[in-house]
């Protein structure tokens, strides 16, 4: 049941004033007489002369208060006795059955109006739930809110217009930024160098890389001053090299077999099952999100293995396990952020960038390394 001691967080309208909370029933009240669908998600109402629950915003006739009982989930209520209302349908919406859908609606609404930057509320009311659970909801099936939803879906086309020859003022407000203090507060982390220097190609980059031979076939390994900034795996030097320059165009790319021969050392080892050095220095370019999931992946100790879900409720986002899976597949730096440690829930190995058969391949050789 609504407690007083433990009140149910709320986001209201904007052009309403703001509750902090339902403190109480006689606010639970309210937004039943009201028909409040703000509030859906926050709470259920039970019936006691018909033995059923409904949501807030339920179209029902309103029952007698002294007939009402308030609880805070749905299996609350059932557990109470009482039985899911078949015309709201409250364990529809609050058992997730309807959000992957509510969710694909709400990305589908931001990509068509992402000029405007759409409020929460207003969101809210193309999902048909309160903010706040639409909030918990996006965040909790994409890893992002759905202001970071956008906010992404603007760095993309902005890229993409840079990449069509547009200048940064013109492709910023073709994006939908409105000015340049958010798109350059933002633009390090979420592209690795300022919009001028990426349009560019990163000019004045000074990026050197070199080629191996490892158990898992051929191996380019590329770094800056800072740090290794790509690890890749394939069967062709020169496609390898050809993907490393149309990345960084107008960097400053050469071959230096000798400054990066210790780094050689480490990752081809890590490529027989060796495991990785985690003192190798990284210059990577991610999302905060990213780089929680990567952080959390090189956690996973030699010899085993993570699901995706598990990954995802390591990080503390139970249900961000597709967003876990795109971190995974983004991962610029193969075996340094062990990402082939991550396998589906039964088992299957999943997805491998650079080849399920060289997954399968090193996750045998570590196995076996580990019982050494």
């Not at 068509?112 to 639409?134: K, M, N, Q, Y």
Request: positive net charge.
């Amino acid at each position: 049941m609504l407690a007083e001691a433990k009140p149910i967080l709320v986001v209201a309208k904007a052009e309403q004033a703001k509750p902090t909370a339902i403190a109480n029933d006689v606010q639970a009240w309210r937004a039943v007489q009201e028909r409040d669908r703000r509030y859906d998600g926050m709470f259920v109402y039970a019936v006691k002369s018909t033995g059923v629950y409904c949501r807030p915003s339920c179209a029902s006739r309103r029952p007698r208060r002294e007939m009402v009982e308030f609880f805070e989930q749905p299996q609350q209520a059932e557990r109470a006795g009482f039985r899911s209302c078949l015309r709201c349908r409250p364990t529809e919406l609050n058992g997730e059955r309807e959000m992957p859908q509510v969710i694909t609606r709400v990305c589908r609404f931001i990509d068509d109006i992402i000029d405007e930057g759409p409020t929460l509320d207003r969101l809210a009311e193309v999902a048909g739930v309160s903010p706040f659970h639409l909030q918990r909801s996006f965040k909790g099936a994409l890893g992002v809110s759905p202001r970071q939803y956008a906010e992404l879906k603007r760095f993309l086309r902005f890229k993409s217009r840079l990449q069509k020859g547009d200048d940064v003022t013109t492709a910023m407000y073709e994006a939908g930024f409105s000015g340049p203090s958010r798109l350059y507060e933002r633009s390090t982390s979420a592209m690795g160098m300022t919009p001028s220097a990426y349009r560019s190609g990163a000019p004045g980059q000074r990026i050197r890389y070199t080629l191996a031979n490892s158990a898992l076939g051929r191996v380019l390994i590329a770094a800056t001053d800072k740090g290794v900034c790509a690890v890749r795996i394939g069967d062709s030097d020169k496609q390898l090299e050809a993907t490393l320059r149309d990345e960084f165009a107008k960097a400053e790319i050469a071959r230096d077999d000798r400054e990066l021969a210790s780094y050689v050392r480490d990752i081809v080892g890590a490529a027989e099952g060796k495991g990785i050095a985690h003192q190798i220095p990284l210059d990577i370019r991610h999302t905060a999100f990213q780089w929680k999931v990567w952080q959390a992946l090189r956690k996973i100790k030699l010899g085993e293995t993570r699901s995706y879900q598990q990954v995802a409720k390591a990080i503390g986002e139970p249900r961000a396990v597709r967003a876990v899976a795109n971190a995974c597949a983004a991962n610029p730096v193969a075996l340094v952020i062990p990402c082939h440690r991550v396998v589906r829930n039964d088992g299957q190995k999943g997805g491998y960038r650079w080849g399920v058969e060289r997954k399968k391949q090193l996750l045998e050789k570590e196995k076996e390394r580990s019982k050494k």
